[in-house]
């Protein structure tokens, strides 16, 4: 029989503290994929500034970009780990503040970095730190971001909830586009490879000062303070159900694993249409770096509208039916929209609507994905389980994404590499997908088990 130290607490949590705790929760992961993103959408410049010695071509330099940004995302474990642990024990909100900090002060650094020209090697290698310590704090800021949300969501609305931290990814990536765009636009080509493509990342600064405030202010979540004082007292308090006791670790490890089988086509297909896709643009079908922008813009676009309505759609039908329509239709349409791209004949309207169609379909893996991996553990393990699971997939199949697409490519010469890639993942994503219960989403957060 399933405990639950949620469902009292999340009854008391009134409308403007379920507000609050959202606003605070998803105003670090916008700050997050901004950065990431502006990554990506500059990975042809950086390429040329840090990792292209003299000789170098660029493709070699875009393999080495994507290295450093696969790098990255396998801190995001640890990151999880170390800053799960401390919001499952300490609490939400400083692990919240302390990822927050790190990432904005590494982000910032990087628009500070002398480039190869200044400081020959060590330039690459000091980048490459840097993106180290953004991984730190990413693998962290989804755990707790997502913990709060779902923790402080009204009954029967976890889905919508936690379809805002997807949200604001789609924000942070549709800001990072934007203004690499604009900064594109604004400045001639060879101003943005001298300093301007700096800008977009000092940017990170004031944005990380302004969701600082917002997360200073944050309460911490009824389940996390009834789970706390259960704990010390050893009672669940009066007329609380007991305190949920952290599962067996094999239980939490393979919790962990399916739950990162769960999203691992969520984290392919994403970061292959809306992250990759500009760098694939430019070295394989050769369009200039602006129209490559504008593609990754309505992809997002396409993103950000499937976002809210998929997470509000799967708290009326499950979890399990949006998130495997949206893993199938990946694996259905991922040759068709690629090849639609790659045609010379095809119009810039068949050509806006295919990259807006592919946003749309990650989208219905993003909306319900965080309430689905929320509901797969216990409160006292909440931050870390989500946070590896999620951190796990994305280090593989996100972090990778870029640097086996490129490289595949260089040494295949098959330009239909991204395609493949986002079909096999998302066909393994379907299998366990399928393994939810179809009334999860009904059901309160769990209280003593690990697994579903």
Same mark, same amino acid.
């Given at each position: 029989?399933?405990?639950?130290?949620?469902?009292?607490?999340?009854?008391?949590?009134?409308?403007?503290?379920?507000?609050?705790?959202?606003?605070?929760?998803?105003?670090?992961?916008?700050?997050?994929?901004?950065?990431?993103?502006?990554?990506?959408?500059?990975?042809?410049?950086?390429?040329?500034?840090?990792?292209?010695?003299?000789?170098?071509?660029?493709?070699?330099?875009?393999?080495?970009?994507?290295?450093?940004?696969?790098?990255?995302?396998?801190?995001r474990p640890l990151g999880a780990v170390l800053f799960g642990r401390l919001g499952d024990r300490i609490g939400r909100r400083p692990a919240l503040v302390l990822a927050l900090l790190l990432?904005? +002060?590494?982000?910032?650094?990087?628009?500070?970095?002398?480039?190869?020209?200044?400081?020959?090697?060590?330039?690459?290698?000091?980048?490459?730190?840097?993106?180290?310590?953004?991984?730190?704090?990413?693998?962290?800021?989804? /755990?707790? !971001?997502?913990?709060?949300?779902?923790?402080?969501?009204?009954?029967?609305?976890?889905?919508?909830?936690?379809?805002?931290?997807?949200?604001?990814?789609?924000?942070?990536?549709?800001?990072?586009? +934007?203004?690499?765009?604009?900064?594109?636009?604004?400045?001639?080509?060879?101003?943005?490879? =001298?300093?301007?493509?700096?800008?977009?990342?000092?940017?990170?600064?004031?944005?990380?000062?302004?969701?600082?405030?917002?997360?200073?202010?944050?309460?911490?979540?009824?389940?996390?303070?009834?789970?706390?004082? !259960?704990?010390?007292?050893?009672?669940?308090? @009066?007329?609380?159900?007991?305190?949920?006791?952290?599962?067996?670790?094999?239980?939490?490890?393979? =919790?962990?694993?399916?739950?990162?089988?769960?999203?691992?086509?969520?984290?392919?297909?994403?970061?292959?249409?809306?992250?990759?896709?500009?760098?694939?643009?430019?070295?394989?079908?050769? @369009?200039?770096?602006?129209?490559?922008?504008?593609?990754?813009?309505?992809?997002?676009?396409?993103?950000?509208?499937?976002?809210?309505?998929?997470?509000?759609?799967?708290?009326?039908?499950?979890?399990?039916?949006?998130?495997?329509?949206?893993?199938?239709?990946?694996?259905?349409?991922?040759?068709?929209?690629?090849?639609?791209?790659?045609?010379?004949?095809?119009?810039?309207? !068949?050509?806006?609507?295919?990259?807006?169609?592919? /946003?749309?379909?990650?989208?219905?893996?993003?909306?319900?994905?965080?309430?689905?991996?929320?509901?797969?553990?216990?409160?006292?393990?909440?931050?870390?389980?989500?946070?590896?699971?999620?951190?796990?997939?994305?280090?593989?199949?996100?972090?990778?994404?870029?640097?086996?697409?490129?490289?595949?490519?260089?040494?295949?010469?098959?330009?239909?590499?991204? !395609?493949?890639?986002?079909?096999?993942?998302?066909?393994?994503?379907?299998?366990?997908?399928?393994?939810?219960?179809?009334?999860?989403?009904?059901?309160?957060?769990?209280?003593?088990?690990?697994?579903?």
């Amino acid at each position: 029989m399933t405990t639950s130290v949620h469902g009292p607490a999340q009854e008391s949590v009134g409308r403007p503290r379920s507000r609050r705790a959202l606003l605070a929760g998803a105003a670090g992961n916008l700050i997050e994929w901004y950065e990431f993103g502006v990554y990506g959408y500059f990975a042809t410049v950086i390429a040329a500034t840090f990792f292209t010695p003299d000789g170098g071509s660029s493709l070699e330099g875009l393999v080495a970009t994507y290295a450093s940004f696969a790098l990255a995302f396998f801190f995001r474990p640890l990151g999880a780990v170390l800053f799960g642990r401390l919001g499952d024990r300490i609490g939400r909100r400083p692990a919240l503040v302390l990822a927050l900090l790190l990432m904005t +002060g590494a982000t910032t650094l990087i628009g500070l970095l002398p480039d190869r020209a200044a400081i020959g090697a060590a330039a690459p290698w000091l980048l490459t730190l840097l993106r180290v310590l953004q991984g730190l704090s990413a693998g962290g800021e989804f /755990g707790g !971001a997502v913990s709060v949300l779902t923790e402080f969501a009204p009954p029967g609305r976890r889905g919508l909830y936690g379809a805002w931290q997807s949200f604001t990814v789609a924000l942070g990536l549709l800001a990072g586009a +934007g203004t690499a765009a604009l900064t594109a636009t604004v400045l001639s080509p060879a101003a943005l490879h =001298a300093w301007g493509w700096r800008v977009p990342f000092l940017l990170a600064l004031p944005l990380g000062v302004a969701a600082l405030r917002l997360r200073l202010r944050l309460e911490e979540t009824p389940a996390f303070q009834l789970a706390r004082t !259960a704990s010390a007292t050893g009672r669940g308090g @009066t007329g609380a159900a007991p305190a949920a006791a952290a599962p067996h670790p094999r239980r939490l490890a393979g =919790a962990v694993l399916l739950g990162a089988g769960r999203t691992m086509g969520w984290a392919a297909a994403g970061y292959t249409f809306l992250v990759v896709l500009p760098g694939y643009l430019q070295s394989t079908l050769h @369009t200039t770096f602006r129209q490559a922008l504008v593609a990754t813009v309505l992809a997002n676009l396409g993103f950000a509208a499937a976002i809210l309505p998929a997470g509000a759609l799967s708290d009326r039908i499950g979890r399990r039916a949006v998130m495997t329509t949206g893993a199938a239709l990946a694996v259905a349409l991922a040759f068709p929209l690629l090849n639609l791209l790659q045609e010379a004949g095809s119009s810039s309207l !068949a050509r806006g609507v295919a990259v807006i169609l592919a /946003g749309a379909v990650v989208g219905l893996m993003a909306g319900p994905g965080p309430a689905m991996l929320a509901e797969m553990f216990p409160v006292t393990v909440r931050c870390t389980g989500l946070g590896l699971a999620y951190a796990l997939a994305n280090a593989v199949f996100s972090g990778c994404a870029g640097l086996l697409v490129t490289e595949l490519i260089k040494r295949t010469g098959n330009i239909d590499i991204p !395609a493949y890639y986002v079909v096999v993942t998302c066909a393994v994503s379907v299998a366990a997908l399928l393994t939810l219960r179809g009334d999860d989403h009904r059901r309160p957060l769990r209280g003593d088990r690990a697994a579903g």
